[in-house]
């Protein structure tokens, strides 16, 4: 099956600095890249997702890049705020027919003012 | 729209109890699915369904049952709750296809003692 890593497992920066999160999966068939964001005590919410026939992808502060060859893809913040603080989850679609996703294993970003 | 719903939010067992989680989704979603969070792993898959009548095994599906009667609902049962199962449940739905967005509720926090 899909296996994902996510790495680091921690990062802290300064309010204003950019931030990059990693990820490698291993299923050659995955074509669906999702990045969650958990704040304290509530479920993950989908803040950018990139699907295998595009590159890179941005949202105003937050980007992500796809490298399908290499099998891996990031999370790019720009010009962070606090309100960016939480545990960041990348995950991955695999060769499934349908919906399943596998997770990493997150990131608590911590950005300081 | 609720979006997907969790009840309830915290609990407590003995081991050995047996107990219920509740899940619905109001967006006629066909995928839904469980995941366990617990600190350092991620998000693991214990269940999910790809529509009413028909569901299967994740990742961690020892301990757990799951039924799915109806689009709406998808509760996650509890047999004989063990300390091993102290943990942090969502449940997340999704259209159909391999690169629909998930949508997750807001948890339940279990507590076996």
């Known amino acids: 099956g899909e296996n994902v890593e996510q790495h680091p497992s921690t990062l802290s920066v300064q309010e204003g600095d950019s931030a990059v999160i990693k990820c490698t999966y291993s299923?050659?068939?995955?074509?669906?890249f999702p990045w969650y964001k958990q704040e304290l005590g509530k479920g993950p919410q989908l803040i950018i997702d990139?699907?295998?026939?595009?590159g890179e992808k941005k949202d105003q502060r937050i980007a992500v890049t796809l490298n399908k060859t290499a099998k891996h893809f990031s999370l790019h913040i720009t010009e962070t705020q606090p309100e960016d603080s939480a545990v960041y989850f990348c995950?991955?679609?695999?060769?499934?027919?349908?919906?399943?996703?596998?997770f990493g294993q997150g990131t608590i970003l911590t950005v300081h003012p | 729209n609720a979006g997907v719903t969790q009840t309830p939010k915290f609990q407590v067992l003995k081991t050995g109890q047996s107990m219920t989680l509740q899940c619905a989704q109001d967006m006629n979603h066909e995928y839904m699915s469980w995941y366990r969070q617990d600190p350092g792993m991620g998000l693991r898959l214990i269940h999910y369904s790809v529509g009413a009548g028909i569901t299967d095994q994740g990742e961690v599906p020892n301990g757990y049952n799951v039924s799915r009667s109806t689009t709406e609902d998808f509760p996650l049962r509890l047999l004989s709750a063990a300390p091993s199962q102290t943990s942090v449940y969502f449940c997340?739905?999704?259209?159909?296809?391999?690169?629909?967005?998930?949508?997750f509720g807001p948890g339940t926090r279990l507590t076996v003692l």
């Open positions: 997340a739905s999704s259209r159909q296809g391999r690169t629909d967005t998930q949508y």
């Open positions: 299923d050659s068939a995955s074509n669906y």
């Open positions: 990139i699907r295998s026939n595009v």
């Open positions: 995950a991955s679609n695999g060769g499934t027919s349908y919906g399943k996703l596998t």
